[in-house]
């Protein structure tokens, strides 16, 4: 199946940074979605995003849905130690199939 | 709590053993979707249920792999003669009935499969 391309891999920052990740697709998607999953736990949304050029918001998570709709970025403020974790993006296509990113790891130095 | 509820967590067998595994969804939701997700990758989807028909099959899905729906309500993930390579969590996740603003997916905390 399709995955999409996330990036970066991995990253490493110091508590109170900002992070910002993205993920972009060879295909056009209805929808965009972002994960954060913990070990051996399950994923849980973060954030859906469903027009083209929509900027949501929740809490310091920041993301856009890509005007070409195939790219969308996240963005965490102000990184905090709990922050640490595993970062998937999710993309709907029309046939209400769900396809997912390589995944972000992300380290928060305190 | 309402959320996606799977079982067992945890599962080790012996190759060639069968496994099952369940899945209740969040009530009214009416799709279901099974992924494997093995480590430091993203889950890859096997299958997916509209109420009790099962519309799509990815080709990871072997002839030793079966899910059923029965009642649209729960599902079933069965692994017959498990291989090694069939190690790995097992996620499902279910999502709302369609509209323009509940295109979401929400997973279980899955369950993971050692075949030894």
């Known amino acids: 199946g399709q995955q999409l391309n996330q990036s970066p891999q991995s990253m490493f920052i110091q508590e109170g940074e900002d992070v910002s990740m993205n993920c972009t697709s060879s295909s056009i998607f209805n929808t965009w979605l972002w994960y954060k999953q913990d070990p051996g736990e399950g994923p849980v949304l973060l954030i859906a995003?469903?027009?083209?050029?929509e900027l949501t918001s929740n809490g310091r998570l920041t993301a856009q849905f890509g005007i070409t709709r195939k790219d969308s970025f996240l963005n965490i403020s102000a990184s905090i130690p709990s922050d640490v974790g595993i970062y998937f993006c999710?993309?709907?296509?029309?046939?209400?199939?769900?396809?997912f990113g390589t995944g972000t790891s992300l380290t928060v130095i305190p | 709590d309402t959320g996606v509820s799977q079982n067992p967590r945890h599962k080790i067998t012996k190759r060639g053993q069968n496994v099952t595994f369940r899945c209740d969804p969040i009530s009214e939701h009416n799709r279901l979707y099974w992924y494997r997700q093995t480590l430091g990758q993203g889950p890859e989807f096997l299958t997916y249920?509209?109420?009790?028909?099962?519309?799509?099959k990815s080709r990871l899905l072997s002839d030793r792999f079966s899910a059923e729906r029965p009642k649209g309500s729960f599902s079933t993930l069965e692994i017959q003669r498990t291989e090694q390579g069939d190690s790995a969590m097992y996620l499902c996740a279910s999502s709302p009935p369609l509209s323009p603003t509940t295109g979401e997916l929400f997973f279980g905390e899955g369950s993971r499969l050692t075949v030894l």
């Open positions: 999710a993309g709907q296509d029309t046939g209400n199939q769900f396809y």
């Open positions: 249920f509209q109420n009790e028909a099962q519309l799509e």
């Open positions: 995003l469903y027009k083209a050029g």
